[in-house]
């Protein structure tokens, strides 16, 4: 077998059916339009089911959002007349407590039948909601969580989610592993936190399941929790969270472990940000079409 035709049957072999459950926002690089050819070039077939339609990112202040839950309550019983499975499913952005409702009922379901549920709670950033964000969603995002076998939240979201204070200075290991277990105390069976502070240094924290799963791998010699330090790149891109998400679940899915895709992920994206940093609107996050030769 010639070189290509390994590659190409080691893709085809390891090819998941992902489902994303996200918005779509018009011009600009993030959600659901950032993770689509990340995990298509990874090897996997990405299907689509917005939450929203949205005119841009919400940090230019105005913007206008076209709630998507009735499209979504017709789309699912067409999938299931037409017998659409799914490896995995990952869910964002929730705009109401119908939507989350329905989402969550779905996942559910497609999680008895042996779907893995990945939720990214996107809510907030810096110590802060959104723009556009309240309790409510936090408490949609809260709902989703429970059905959740990972979730990646970043350390202002993850806080929101459990209830503990913001702090600028982070936090310490022991109060990470804290943070970790009221996570899946939630109902999640595994958790990473991104954008975290600990003893001072930039981290990525994770807390893997006690038990196997079957949807992606884990070492359990390398114990219960895992810290992951990275130097910081001062520029704030938007959509950066989507990538992450999108890395560490395309190579989870091909059956590499949890710690070692999360490593893979935080490359990722440092990668993508020191080649992109000079461009003049971060807003409109990286043009990750033009930069899949650093996956």
């Known amino acids: ?73 017709g789309t699912i019983p067409v999938w299931r007349e037409l017998g659409f499975s799914f490896d995995a499913v990952c869910t964002g952005l929730m705009f109401s407590e119908s939507q989350a409702r329905l989402v969550g009922s779905y996942c559910r379901e497609l999680s008895q039948e042996g779907t893995t549920i990945f939720v990214d709670p996107i809510m907030g950033d810096g110590g802060r909601l959104y723009n556009g964000m309240g309790p409510e969603n936090v408490a949609l995002m809260r709902e989703m969580v429970a059905v959740a076998h990972l979730i990646f939240p970043n350390y202002t979201e993850a806080c929101y989610l ?44 994770g807390r893997r399941s006690e038990e196997p799963l079957a949807g992606f791998q884990q070492n359990i010699a390398e114990g219960l929790y895992f810290c992951l330090p990275y130097d910081e790149i001062p520029v704030l891109f938007h959509g950066t969270g989507d990538i992450f998400s999108a890395v560490l679940m395309g190579h989870l899915l091909r059956g590499e472990p949890l710690k070692l895709s999360t490593q893979t992920a935080m490359n990722v994206v440092s990668r993508l940000i020191e080649r992109n940093r000079d461009l003049p609107d971060k807003c409109r996050g990286i043009p990750i079409e033009q930069c899949l030769d650093l996956l």
């Open 162 to 205: 459990t209830g503990l204070e913001y702090r600028p200075e982070g936090m310490s290991w022991d109060e990470a592993r804290q943070m970790l277990d009221r996570l899946v105390g939630i109902g999640t069976r595994s958790a990473i936190i991104t954008s975290a502070k600990v003893d001072g240094r930039h981290c990525v924290v």
């Open 1 to 73: 077998m010639s070189n290509s035709a390994e590659i190409l049957y080691l893709c085809t072999r390891n090819m998941k059916q992902i489902l994303l459950v996200n918005d779509v926002v018009g011009g600009s690089h993030v959600g659901m339009v950032a993770m689509l050819p990340i995990l298509t070039y990874l090897g996997h077939a990405a299907y689509n089911l917005p939450t929203a339609l949205v005119s841009n990112t919400l940090d230019y202040g105005r913007f206008n959002v076209l709630e998507t839950t009735d499209y979504m309550r």
